[in-house]
């Protein structure tokens, strides 16, 4: 029964989903949390797929719900004493020109990517520090690094959780608590499809022309973005190192957008983003 204990957020879909597999195949006791246990099927396909179904708990947990945090946060240290590694993986991606974006839509970007991984690391924090050993994996994004446009809700939700664990790594550095992040790029999830079917944009918006280009865009990345095994290896490594390190940015794409960002000076580097999402300037 010494197996680590994980606890990851919206294990439902995407990374969430595989993270739970991968993890419970290489022998991690994983807390697959999800809002709606109803959706736990393609996760339990997966955890069959890998014989590791007896070591998936899946529990409700909505980010957004101080209650469920709560209830989820009890059950854990009850059931199993300790958390060592958590990993803050639910998100959602508010699109739109921001102008157009009602504030129903900023206060649920942000509820969820900043509030919600904030309010599940304080659930969490007390019982790593006190055992004086953990890792924090927070999903952040190459929008946490660089600001698109159409994307200004999650870029900016994706900075403020890179200055929050820039921060907390700090104030847990000394308690033997590894805060860190994943960068990724472009990855086949299902968030392109959710976020893309609920974008505003006005019936006579002045941003038409732009948003069709942005989603020509969209289309060309989502059909060439990569499977997500890198992100789920990344996630692998991380769990199994005794120190990692802050930013891991995963993926192609991402690779070029730093480098050309430190390379580049600022001017240049947005006259080529709007070139290559063909929008004028
Ligand atoms: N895919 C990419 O290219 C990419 C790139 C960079 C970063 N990321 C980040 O990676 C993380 C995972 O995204 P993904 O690509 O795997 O997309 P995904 O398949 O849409 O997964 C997102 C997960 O978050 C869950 N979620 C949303 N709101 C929640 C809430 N209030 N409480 C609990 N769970 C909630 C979703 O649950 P439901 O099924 O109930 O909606 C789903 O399980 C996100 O933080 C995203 O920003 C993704």
Redesign the pocket.
């Known amino acids: 029964m010494n197996r680590p204990i994980v606890v990851i957020?919206?294990?439902?879909?995407?990374?969430?989903?595989l993270a739970s597999a991968a993890l419970a195949k290489e022998g991690y006791q994983v807390i697959a949390?999800?809002?709606?246990i109803r959706?736990c099927d393609a996760l339990l396909n997966a955890a069959r797929e890998a014989k590791a179904e007896a070591s998936i708990d899946i529990v409700p947990?909505?980010?957004?719900?101080e209650t469920s945090i709560k209830e989820a946060a009890d059950y854990v240290i009850e059931r199993y004493g300790s958390v060592d590694l958590l990993i803050?993986?639910?998100?959602?991606?508010v699109g739109g020109f921001v102008e157009e974006i009602p504030s129903a839509e900023w206060e649920r970007q942000f509820?969820?990517?900043v509030l919600?991984l904030i309010a599940v690391t304080r659930a969490f924090l007390p019982h790593m520090r006190k055992q004086r050993k953990g890792t924090i994996i927070n999903?952040?994004?190459?929008?946490g690094q660089i600001g698109f446009p159409g994307l200004a809700p999650?870029a900016a939700s994706?900075h403020a959780v890179e200055g929050f664990s820039e921060a907390l790594r700090l104030e847990m550095l000394p308690h033997n608590v590894y805060v860190c992040m994943?960068?990724?790029?472009?990855?086949?999830?299902?968030?392109?499809k959710?976020s893309r079917g609920q974008i505003s944009l006005r019936a006579d918006s002045p941003y038409a022309e732009q948003m069709q280009a942005l989603n020509e865009q969209v289309d060309r990345i989502i059909e060439q973005?990569p499977s997500?095994d890198e992100?789920i290896e990344r996630i692998l490594q991380i769990a199994r190192h005794p120190a990692p390190k802050l930013r891991y940015p995963v993926g192609r794409n991402m690779r070029t957008t730093l480098f050309l960002k430190h390379l580049l000076p600022w001017s240049w580097l947005e006259k080529l983003i709007l070139r290559q999402l063909r929008l004028r300037s």
């Open positions: 957020t919206g294990a439902s879909s995407g990374f969430g989903l949390t999800m809002r709606n959706n947990l909505d980010i957004t719900d803050n993986n639910a998100g959602v991606a509820s969820t990517n919600g999903m952040s994004s190459i929008s999650y994706k994943i960068e990724p790029g472009s990855y086949k999830t299902d968030i392109w959710k973005a997500p992100v």
